[in-house]
Nanobody
Framework: VQLQASGGGLVQAGGSQRLSCVAS?????MGWFRQGPGKERELLGA????????FYADSVKERFAISRDNSKNTVYLQMNSLKPEDTAVYYC?????????????????????WGQGTLVTVSS
C-alpha cells in the first residue's frame, strides 16, 4: 500500500484547508501527523476503519476534523481557524493491521505505511 497526500499550500491565519490522502489499497486505522520546524512529529488525529471512532490531539481538537471515504480509499483532514504555529509538513499514515473495525491507532509505531508529506504554511 502506498499513500499520496495532497492539499497543502499557503493559507492565511484564520483560514481553512483540507488535506487528502489516497491509499493505493485497503488500509485500516489511519492518522494525520505533522512535523513543524525544530519540532517533533506529533499525531493530530486518527480514525478507525469504520470511521466511527476518532482521536484528536488537544492542540487541534476544536479546529481539525478527520474523516474517511472507504469507497475511495481516502482520508481527509479538515483544518479550520489555522494559526501560524500550524505551519508544518503534514503526513498521513496507515495501519495495515485490522484489530477491530472501531480501533484507532494512536502511537506512531502502530502505523505501517507513511505518505510523502505535504507542506502547509500559515501566514500571519
Amino acid at each position: 500500500v502506498q499513500l499520496q497526500a495532497s492539499g497543502g499550500g499557503l493559507v492565511q491565519a484564520g483560514g481553512s484547508q483540507r488535506l487528502s490522502c489516497v491509499a493505493s489499497g485497503r488500509s485500516f486505522g489511519m492518522g494525520w501527523f505533522r512535523q513543524g520546524p525544530g519540532k517533533e512529529r506529533e499525531l493530530l488525529g486518527a480514525i478507525s476503519w469504520s470511521g466511527i471512532s476518532t482521536f484528536y490531539a488537544d492542540s487541534v481538537k476544536e479546529r481539525f476534523a478527520i474523516s474517511r471515504d472507504n469507497s475511495k480509499n481516502t482520508v481527509y483532514l479538515q483544518m479550520n481557524s489555522l494559526k501560524p504555529e500550524d505551519t508544518a509538513v503534514y503526513y498521513c499514515a496507515a495501519d495495515l493491521t485490522l484489530y477491530s473495525s472501531n480501533y484507532v491507532p494512536t502511537k506512531s509505531d502502530e502505523y505501517d505505511v507513511w505518505g510523502q508529506g505535504t507542506l502547509v504554511t500559515v501566514s500571519s
